[in-house]
């Protein structure tokens, strides 16, 4: 194990930012797409919310969180002062806290199987609050991670795609640890394509630019700009 290194200031924050969007645009024209093509989902999980902050001054707005209770602590406050800031939950979602999610979330990047789908279509009738979805897909068949077989990915996607309409807005995974993620990307890529659906949600602080080189829309980015998780 690596130590955490301290969390950096705000200025590093900054620096770190900057330096990831520059990364992106890079790896966006290598593949020859245009660097508006990819949006940075900043994850924030565990760190505090002064580190958003930081990030929010340095002209982030969308981020990521994997737990529903630390998004419900840390981010109603930051949302009433930034209006325009984007909430995507990306951790595995239990049927319970479906309703709290709905409510907090602007994105919900975890919808992988039916009684989640189910959950989450009554919250949004109860709530009148509709945020996008992505489904995820477990695509190294990890059985500790969440996310739809690939095998049922085809079928949960025409359902939910019926249900849901354009509000399913793409998909999203996780390789393996440790595994090449190309595979598991160009699979996730070939999937979206084949339901014409926009989203790709693939690639974190270890690999985001060969996810982009895959084709993701958005990639999900956390230590390389908030400094290691303890
Ligand atoms: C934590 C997390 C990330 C970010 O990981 P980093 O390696 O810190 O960039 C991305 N996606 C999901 C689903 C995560 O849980």
Known sequence: MIAPDPDPDAAEIAGRLRA???????????AGRAPESVTLV?????????AVA??????????????????????P????????????????????????????????????RPRLADALEAAME?????PDLLIEVN???????????????DSFIDVCKSRFGAQLRGLMCVPPHGEDPRPHFTWLAACARAHDLPVLSMGMSADFEIAIACGATWVRVGSAIFGARG
Do not use: M
């Open 20 to 30: 990831i969007r520059a990364r992106i645009a890079a790896a966006a024209t290598a």
């Open 42 to 50: 900043a994850v924030s999980k565990t760190k505090p919310a002064a």
């Open 54 to 75: 930081a990030a929010l001054a340095a002209g982030q707005t969308v981020f990521g969180e994997n737990r529903v209770q630390e998004a419900a602590e840390k981010f």
């Open 77 to 112: 406050p930051l949302r009433a002062a930034h209006p325009d800031l984007r909430l995507h939950l990306i951790g595995g979602l239990q049927t319970n806290k479906a309703r709290e999610a709905v409510r907090l979330a602007d994105v919900i990047e975890t919808l992988d």
């Open 126 to 130: 109860r709530d009148a609050r509709r």
């Open 139 to 153: 695509t190294g068949a990890e059985p500790q991670k969440s996310g739809i077989p690939r095998a049922d990915a």
